[in-house]
């Protein structure tokens, strides 16, 4: 586990709401009504970060489609430089006219709009407590586990948590919740994770050598505890989920192929934009010439 304050970027979750309908989502989407974040709350979060060296990222779900998405970018941009924002998006059609907006506030932009049939999603509802392995084996796996060691802490209308997975979690498993989202929370390290690790690691299957599925397949891999867990889910009630058959495997194949850069400036194109590597590893968007819808 990392201490927050290495992390590259945190994540502040504005929306769950997204049109893709993804298998195993790390945001859960589509297994119930999606929440917006009040500009309240968002406001509240990006004072939190504004110290944060790292990149304080915009993300969802999908959000622009957040109802409010021009006046969070306008305060995003009056209390963090755009070296220190990022946006992860789809770019979905309909939402064109964010263009000036997203390329004058951020210095990051993450495309995916998992179009590809190889972008692999881990199951994540695959429980750790569902798996026959030994106890001691769990943690051991978990306390090395590859979402916290390479992706972001994450803030919601719940709370800050130290990992984003966690906080998607939270909405489902009883658990202590975030932290208060205060100036400093992003200091705390794996010490403090504790409550919120046994809380919601033991419901995620992040950790665990289990196979992935193709994004595009649109059904969830689900475990028992799960299947239990969401009776009722849109998602679930439309029968796009498959009940894990208790098969474990290290799954080695590349989970990152949308990384490509040619698939990323064909998504960035449909704004009008083109965009370029930064010293970051990231890529900085910028306004494409003479563009018209």
């Known amino acids: 586990m990392r201490p927050l304050i290495e992390m590259d970027s945190i994540a502040i979750e504005v929306t769950n709401a997204c ?3 993804c298998s195993n989502c790390t945001q ?13 709350d968002v406001e509240m979060a990006i004072d939190s970060m504004a110290p944060f060296r790292g990149v304080t990222g915009i993300q969802g779900g999908e959000p622009l489609l957040h109802p409010r998405f021009p006046e969070i970018c306008e305060y995003a941009g009056a209390r963090i430089p ?4 990022g946006l992860w ?12 907006i997203i390329c004058e506030t951020f210095g990051h ?12 999603h881990h199951p994540v509802l695959v429980a750790a407590e569902d798996l026959p392995m030994q106890e001691w084996a769990k943690w051991y796996l978990i306390d090395h586990c590859w979402v916290q060691n390479t992706w972001s802490a994450g803030v919601t209308p719940r709370g800050a948590f130290f990992c984003e997975v966690a906080a998607a979690l939270d909405r489902y498993v009883p658990g202590p919740g975030g ?3 205060e100036p400093g929370w992003w200091r705390r390290t794996p010490k403090d994770y504790v409550a919120q690790m046994e809380a919601y690691c ?4 992040a950790a665990m050598p289990l196979k992935k599925r193709e994004s595009m397949d649109s059904r969830d891999d689900v475990s028992k505890s799960w299947i239990l867990r969401l009776k009722g889910s849109p998602k679930m009630e439309a029968g796009r989920y498959v009940e894990w058959d208790g098969t474990m495997i290290e799954d080695c194949r590349q989970v990152a192929t949308y990384k490509d850069i040619a698939y990323r400036d064909r998504i960035a194109e449909r704004y009008g934009m083109f965009l370029m590597i930064n010293e970051r590893g990231y890529q900085t968007p910028y306004l494409s010439k003479g563009w018209s819808p």
Do not use: K, Q
Request: proline fraction near 6%.
């Open 28 to 40: 859960l989407c589509g297994h119930s009504a999606p929440y917006y974040m009040s500009m309240h």
């Open 109 to 120: 932009i993450f495309l995916n709009d998992h179009t590809r049939d190889d972008v692999l």
């Open 179 to 181: 932290w208060t989202v």
């Open 19 to 21: 049109r893709n309908s």
């Open 202 to 205: 033991w419901h995620c299957g």
């Open 82 to 85: 755009p070296e220190r924002l």
């Open 89 to 100: 998006t789809t770019l979905p059609a309909g939402f064109e006219r964010y263009r000036e």
